[in-house]
């Protein structure tokens, strides 16, 4: 899916998206987490750990727009965690990124800034990688915007 839609303003900060994306064909999302109404906090190849206008992020046909059921309190902790993890590498390891530590890819970022600040798990399936898919299919997110 070609990313072609800029994702817009989040209900409240902590929100999180999900986007289909892939790479030579293999599909794998991408995530990212609203460290204001306006701001995300992605990680990307190349550039690691940003932060970014809202208007800069592109989404494919599919995103969605969520928000994690908890006190807003806990998505402003989860907020405040992702914008520290500004300026990490990028952890191509997939595979094994349920760390706060190191490099960090998108989902990673996302799952870190929720377990670490909050004690939320956004992992549905408890495996010993977090994927973006992991996060949408969470029992904690709920969609309120789909692209």
């Given amino acids: 899916p070609k990313a072609n839609k800029p994702i817009g303003l989040a209900r409240n900060r902590g ?36 932060e970014r206008s809202y208007s800069q992020v592109l989404v494919s046909s599919g995103a969605q727009k969520q928000y994690v059921n908890t006190s807003q309190a806990n998505r402003n902790k989860a907020a405040n965690q992702a914008r520290k993890f500004i300026g990490r590498s990028y952890n191509y390891k997939f595979p094994i ?43 904690y997110t709920v969609t309120y915007q789909r692209f």
């Fill in 15 to 50: 929100d999180v998206f999900y986007s289909p994306a892939s790479t030579a064909g293999v599909s794998h999302g991408h995530s990212g987490i609203y460290s204001e109404k306006t701001k995300i906090v992605e990680a990307t190849p190349g550039h690691g750990v940003k």
């Fill in 97 to 139: 990124n349920k760390t706060s530590k190191g490099p960090m890819n998108c989902s990673q970022t996302v799952w870190a800034a929720y377990k670490t600040a909050t004690g939320i798990d956004l992992d549905s399936n408890g495996g010993h990688g977090v994927y973006p898919v992991d996060i949408l299919r969470s029992k």
